[in-house]
């Protein structure tokens, strides 16, 4: 098997132009992209040959079509991202092969871009091993309604004579490869593997333990951790990764101080749907990150993230059912690390099931399903021995692991007791006052109405609604105010009857007064000082 760098040298643009298959074992990062620059050179040679760029999510979709210039079938229909172009292709989600325009097949949707000249398109499978666990086992409403199409539609895709196909993945394996010449239904005349890893020393701190039940494991953390802990205080960027988003936000809350709360960035599925920093954050990660002291992300983070830019103190916690091969790679997603630790398990799940396909699909599908249930083998496998796959992907991505011990369950009470005594005692130091709570509200502007007779519309009640309205969960407690119950629901007008009863919490009466001319007004009276 020829490394990249050799293929380079030895073989010849027309040799590799009638590959078949060319399968690229990349390394992830800069490395990744530059392999595949050069492979798509080596097969093109020409860069008016189509390509079409297929992946599991929408991010890379992103990613991709910048990397290959072409149209990106993520972005909506009309977009400058979506018409514009700098070479014929696209770049796509596989689900999206079920044909976006849905008049037309996706042969028809590809046929537009094939060159007539020289004959052919080039379809490049980027992080080919998800896309392939994607069609097998994705879980998506899409998918599961539509599973036999979806994997159909790839079959085909690959199969027309005038596709050549890369396969590009860190983790790339035979089995991926092995079906993907099954679909082709010819042997493979090339394949091309490069094992090349990073050339920098980076070291890593590797603790090994049992899966634990939650509260024991917050007790392995707060004793594991403080040189974390001890980071955050110093006000050192850290960058935290958890398998169960639970983790993180107990260790916003509990463990890891931060003196700015609008310098933490929260990363979990239900945040990347309903924070718009998170998307910002996901689509230009590097720039995106000057902005965040810390950053908590759970495995809802797959692919193409990673920030250059500024280095983070970054530890992973692998929990629940996160892969070794993820966890490894969410070691790589600050590039420039000031440290890296890694708390992994020693044991992993001890049982896994295939996904149920239809009846139908069982019948469509035929060998696809056999191409699951060895993937699903292969998984459960490998959690079987989730240390021995971690430290041999640690030495194939180029780590040195600095700290290599089995850790055990924390069972040092009087310990863990004395540092969370400590973090919460230097919480305090910086918590948000009463005082500076009324003031964030505009009670204080409130107050300074008292016994006065004023219009809804006044800036002390103004000021007041979008207080509570915009303010932290904190904010409202220290207030007395319930962040649940008393919090304005979005864009919601503001209302005197909705805002009475909330006034009457912190100490105002609020009487409403009708004028002969029909306006109202509101007698505001301070019954108690909300700060005494």
Excluded at 70 to 93: F, H, K, T
Excluded at 167 to 184: C, G, I, Q, T
Excluded at 340 to 362: C, G, I
């Amino acid at each position: 098997m020829l490394s990249l760098e050799e293929l380079v040298a030895r073989v010849t643009e027309y040799e590799v132009v009638h590959a078949d298959l060319i399968s690229l074992k990349a390394p992830t990062g800069a490395g990744k992209t530059e392999c595949l620059k050069k492979l798509e050179a080596m097969a093109t040679g020409d860069e008016t040959i189509p390509v079409v760029a297929i992946t599991n999510s929408i991010s890379s979709t992103t990613k991709l079509a910048a990397m290959f210039g072409v149209s990106n079938w993520s972005a909506p229909a009309g977009s400058l991202e979506r018409e514009a172009a700098q070479r014929s292709g696209m770049a796509c989600c596989v689900e999206s092969l079920l044909a976006s325009d849905r008049t037309s097949t996706v042969i028809d949707i590809l046929d537009k871009y094939r060159d007539v000249r020289a004959g052919y398109v080039h379809v490049v499978l980027d992080e080919a091993v998800s896309v392939m666990a994607y069609l097998a086992m994705g879980g998506t409403d899409r998918v599961i309604e539509g599973r036999s199409h979806i994997v159909y539609a790839v079959r085909d895709l690959v199969r027309l004579p005038w596709v050549r196909v890369f396969m590009s993945d860190a983790h790339l394996s035979d089995l991926e490869v092995d079906k993907m010449r099954a679909w082709l239904g010819q042997p493979v005349e090339l394949s091309l593997v490069s094992a090349k890893t990073r050339d920098d020393a980076r070291e890593v701190a590797v603790s090994f333990g049992p899966q634990l039940n939650c509260k024991n494991r917050q007790g392995r953390y707060l004793r594991e951790l403080q040189h974390l802990v001890k980071y955050a205080e110093d006000g050192a960027p850290v960058w935290l990764m958890a398998g169960t988003p639970d983790t993180l936000l107990w260790a916003a809350e509990e463990l890891l101080p931060c003196l700015n709360p609008d310098r933490r960035l929260l990363i979990t599925s239900d945040t990347r749907k309903t924070d718009s920093r998170v998307r910002k954050f996901l689509a230009n990660p590097d720039v995106e990150a000057a902005k965040y002291d810390q950053i908590y992300s759970s495995p809802c983070i797959t692919t193409n993230v990673s920030v250059v830019s500024r280095s983070y103190h970054v530890c992973v916690l692998q929990e629940g059912y996160w892969k070794a091969t993820d966890v490894v790679q969410a070691l790589n997603r600050n590039r420039t690390a000031l440290s890296r630790t890694l708390l992994a398990l020693n044991k992993h799940r001890n049982s896994s099931a295939t996904p149920e396909y239809k009846s139908h699909e069982r019948l469509m599908l035929n060998g696809f399903v056999e191409f699951t249930e060895k993937l699903v083998a292969r998984e459960l496998e490998e959690s079987r021995h989730n240390e021995n796959v971690i430290r041999s992907l640690l030495g194939e991505e180029g780590f040195t692991i600095a700290v290599s011990a089995e850790s055990e369950a924390a069972n040092d009470f009087e310990a863990v007791r004395e540092n969370q005594c400590r973090l919460r005692a230097y919480l305090r130091t910086f918590a948000i006052t009463t005082e500076e709570a009324a003031e964030q509200l505009g009670i204080c502007l409130l107050a300074e109405c008292s016994g006065d007779v004023i219009r809804s519309d006044h800036c002390a009640f103004r000021r007041f609604f979008e207080g509570v309205r915009d303010a932290d969960d904190a904010v409202l407690k220290k207030i007395g105010l319930d962040p649940r119950k008393d919090r304005p629901r979005k864009h919601q007008r503001r209302d005197m009857r909705w805002i009475q009863p909330r006034l009457r919490k912190i100490g105002f009466e609020l009487t409403r007064i009708r004028q002969a001319n029909s306006s109202t007004y509101y007698h505001v009276q301070q019954v108690f000082s909300v700060t005494g």
